[in-house]
């Protein structure tokens, strides 16, 4: 006698497509190519274009759950820590960790209106941290997007080739010639100008707060 299977009724229990598996995969898709397209990201998610649309408002949707991806990634606790010149380093340290290791997805993200609850709520947190210290509001955002634009020039300088600079035969540049020789190895360039950049910066915040307080 043939068994009859029954199907069960009703939804199943885990769904098929949600906000962070796509997300995950427009990551992944992004990281290998540099850009994403739905049609291109159903396809790796072995769905339907259409589906996509019942999670997410077309490509600035998926551009803004790729900006979630990244930002849970970054160490937004660092936040809490005092002072300020250790809490803020330490988010933008985590921050350029992030986008190091991502750095295709930076200007699909730097060339869209920030909506993300994470990365709102950490800024907010920043900008509250410069208020306590008695740094004017209106300057707050100034500060900060100085300070985000030399962290993810830092980041995507972490993805350089590891000779970025090359003088060619002919060319007269003996300063900049013995300079590039004073450096070890690529890696080490980059993090030594990350610290100096992140020290110059905030020490240029420092300043400003003692000015205002003086």
Do not use: N
């Not at 995969?25 to 190519?33: I, K, Y």
């Not at 790729?66 to 606790?77: F, K, P, T, Y």
């Not at 809490?87 to 730097?110: C, D, E, G, K, Q």
């Not at 000779?163 to 993090?191: F, N």
């Amino acid at each position: 006698m043939t068994q009859i299977t029954q199907r069960r009724v009703g939804r199943p229990r885990k769904a098929v497509l949600d906000r962070v598996r796509i997300g995950a995969t427009a990551l992944e898709l992004v990281d290998d190519s540099g850009d994403f397209t739905l049609p291109e990201l159903a396809q790796r998610l072995g769905v339907h274009t259409s589906s996509l649309y019942h999670h997410v408002d077309g490509r600035s949707g998926v551009i803004e759950l790729l900006r979630e991806q990244v930002s849970d990634q970054m160490d937004a606790a660092a936040l809490e820590r005092e002072p300020w010149d250790v809490a803020i380093p330490a988010f933008f340290r985590s921050y350029r960790a992030v986008f190091a290791a991502h750095p295709r997805v930076v200007p699909l993200l730097t060339t869209t209106t920030v909506r993300s609850p994470q990365v709102l709520a950490a800024y907010d947190r920043m900008v509250a941290l410069l208020e306590e210290l008695g740094f004017p509001v209106a300057r707050a955002m100034e500060v900060l997007t100085a300070v985000e634009s030399f962290v993810i020039g830092s980041a995507l300088d972490l993805a350089a080739p590891d000779v970025m600079w090359e003088i060619p035969e002919g060319v007269e540049a003996p300063r900049l010639a013995e300079a590039l020789a004073s450096q070890r190895d690529a890696a080490h360039r980059a993090e030594a100008a990350f610290e100096c950049g992140l020290r110059m910066m905030l020490a240029g915040v420092a300043a400003e707060l003692g000015a205002s307080t003086a």
